[in-house]
């Protein structure tokens, strides 16, 4: 029998001392050595440490056994859903109440570990009742006990439930005190606590920055000589900028911004995680991304891309989102990431086996494709197109929908990509994601499709009509998620603009049961958007045909648009009142019969009233709508 065997046979050994030496050497043969771990597995020998955690009383027999679960799931996902999947978390909680103060150490350790892992169950804590133990452990004297209790902690709030939880207990005020450690591994094991509470959470980020003398705590460790303080100072600053914490625009320029720029340079554990904290800085902020371009943040990041020995999945996904953020507001940033030669390694990503990669890649090309100038000569000549089109069926759900969006962009307003892409299939993958479950797809899907179809040719209207249906595109205006009826009447819209034949393509497709939805977009509680879309839909069918107008005259959306000419919103006011003058144009026939069913109705004294309309643009159409009234006395 070999080595490893022996030590897994003397784990249940009736000999206190070769029972604590078998836990012993377990834990230093599994210790860094991954296909030893999993030798170890396979002879079984977790179930038994997890016995000696749950029965032992010897406390050096304890420590060992939790170290040597500790050590099975460090740095390995695998491992860690093994140790979960055995039971072994219950009674690393159990034993954080052991009157031995060196089997606390261990199980406080373990648990940092283990919580380090995707896989870790975040609610165990609260479900357990140990968020007040690990709490008053942050207040320990030891300092790795303190910073690994909060190690836990940290991983531990990443949804808002989560965050107001464990703020429930005080934590802060316990942080604080960490924070001012002079002790490094305390100081940075409160700033990833206060970081992680403070991502998207507005309410807590103003309360840890309300506490005294944290802000400027932070602002000293953003210069501390471990680089690992500077980018969790860096990052918690960052989160309490973005959450509106009273974090200046000249402390983020002076302080932040130089020191997240500087640490790109860096290597190691942290160069992992500051593309991602960058990216957070600069969203959508025109400032600071400007600022990144000038000190040629984006070549910084380029060259992880086009490195021949490559990076590791989680970096090159940090580095396309902090790409993407960028290149979201500026043209300056599409540009110099089209100079940086980079396009070809971003549109390989769009085939990269990490999910996480290839929905960065997408955002990436959504970002690029809000410049017409860029899809024109640089994301068209990629090849994004087609690969963007293949995510549409990807496995993860989040890949699926940032591809579908990034489409949303990139078919709107460019007529001949719009029709390769209808030759190479994009309509039917389009119609197959607006019966999707998800909300995102659906919206997304119908979005892409009213894309394609403003200002397109007859063909892309008939290949999008015949995949979609009009009993699909009714059912759509109905939906439950009133995003996609806004896009869905944005589609009827589009389908309606051009030549008499157009607008009685949908009269005949809709019938009935579109002027139906169409009335229901003006019930009370319609949202604004909806009823704008509703009413330029009436306005596109008011340019046509004496017959097709004379559909609108007679049913019950006249009134309907009436009362939108004194609605609130001027957008509203301005739509109701181009319905009016198409339905009053002089030229068309049956234009005198028009006007004196709207003038009898009472639309030319809501016109009259609305002379001094407080918006000018309103104003402006009120004075062409009386113009035409004034032709027919």
Not at 188 to 216: G, W
Not at 259 to 271: F, H, S
Not at 445 to 454: C, E
Not at 477 to 491: F, I, Y
Request: include cysteine; proline fraction near 3%; glycine fraction near 6%.
């Amino acid at each position: 029998m070999g080595h490893l065997e022996d030590c897994v046979g003397l784990l249940s050994s009736t000999d206190d001392d070769l029972r604590c030496k078998a836990a012993r050497d377990v834990k230093n043969s599994a210790i860094g050595n991954r296909p030893t771990k999993h030798r170890l597995l396979q002879l079984g020998a977790l179930p038994l440490l997890v016995a000696l955690v749950r029965l032992d009383e010897r406390a050096d027999i304890v420590v060992n056994a939790v170290a040597a679960i500790g050590s099975f799931a460090c740095r390995d996902e695998e491992g860690a859903e093994v140790v979960l999947g055995h039971g072994a978390l219950w009674p690393l909680l159990n034993v954080l109440k052991h009157h031995d103060e060196k089997v606390v150490r261990a199980a406080v350790q373990a648990m940092k570990i283990v919580f380090q892992a995707a896989c870790a169950p975040r609610d165990a804590l609260v479900q357990s009742g140990t968020v007040p133990r690990l709490i008053a452990l942050m207040r320990s004297a030891h300092d790795d006990v303190a910073a690994a209790a909060a190690g836990v902690l940290a991983r531990c709030c990443a949804t808002l439930e989560q965050q107001t939880q464990l703020a429930s207990y005080d934590v802060v005020e316990v942080l604080q005190g960490l924070l001012m450690s002079p002790t490094p591994r305390n100081s940075e094991a409160a700033l990833d606590v206060l970081a992680a509470l403070s991502f998207h959470n507005s309410s807590l980020a103003k309360q840890i920055a309300s506490c005294v003398d944290v802000l400027p705590r932070m602002m000293t460790l953003v210069q501390a000589k471990r680089v690992r303080s500077q980018l969790l100072a860096v990052e918690c600053l960052t989160n309490l900028y973005r959450e509106g914490a009273p974090v200046t625009k000249d402390d983020v320029m002076t302080h932040v911004f130089p020191a997240i720029v500087k640490l790109l340079e860096e290597t190691g554990e942290i160069q992992e995680n500051v593309p991602l904290v960058l990216a957070r800085l600069v969203a959508g902020d025109e400032d600071l991304q400007k600022a990144a371009c000038d000190v040629n943040c984006i070549a910084k990041l380029s060259t992880f891309l086009i490195a021949p020995q490559g990076v590791a999945p989680k970096l090159k996904e940090n580095v396309l989102l902090c790409l993407a953020a960028l290149a979201s507001r500026r043209e300056e940033g599409r540009m110099k990431i089209v100079e940086g030669k980079v396009l070809g390694e971003i549109s390989e990503a769009l085939g990269d086996t990490s999910p996480g990669v290839r929905a960065a890649a997408c955002l990436v090309a959504r970002s690029l494709s809000r410049s017409v100038k860029t899809i024109r000569t640089s994301l068209v000549d990629s090849g994004f197109a087609p690969g963007l089109m293949g995510l549409l069926r990807d496995k993860d759900i989040q890949v699926r929908e940032e591809a579908c969006a990034t489409l949303c962009n990139i078919v709107l307003d460019f007529c001949p990509l719009k029709e390769a892409l209808v030759e190479c299939g994009i309509v039917r993958e389009l119609v197959s994601l607006v019966h999707a479950v998800e909300d995102p797809l659906r919206l997304h899907s119908i979005w892409a499709l009213k894309n394609l179809l403003y200002q397109s040719t007859l063909l892309v209207r008939d290949r999008v009509m015949s995949e979609l249906t009009w009993s699909d595109l009714l059912c759509l205006l109905e939906d439950v998620n009133t995003d996609v009826r806004e896009q869905a009447l944005a589609v009827v819209r589009n389908l309606a603009v051009g030549k008499f034949t157009d607008i009685e393509r949908v009269l005949r497709g809709g019938g009935d049961h579109l002027f139906r939805v169409l009335e229901g977009m003006f019930q009370h509680g319609t949202p604004d958007r909806c009823m704008i879309q509703a009413l330029y839909v009436v306005c596109n069918i008011a340019t046509g045909s004496e017959l097709q107008k004379r559909r609108i005259i007679g049913s019950d959306l006249l009134p309907c648009v009436l009362k939108a000419t004194a609605h609130h919103n001027p957008a509203i006011r301005v739509a109701a009142v181009w319905c009016v003058i198409n339905l009053a144009w002089e030229r068309d026939v049956g234009a005198t019969e028009r006007v004196e069913r709207m003038r009898a109705m009472g639309f030319e004294n809501a016109l009259v009233n609305m002379r001094g309309d407080p918006d000018l643009d309103v104003r402006d159409r009120v004075r062409t709508a009386l113009e035409l009234f004034s032709k027919f006395v």
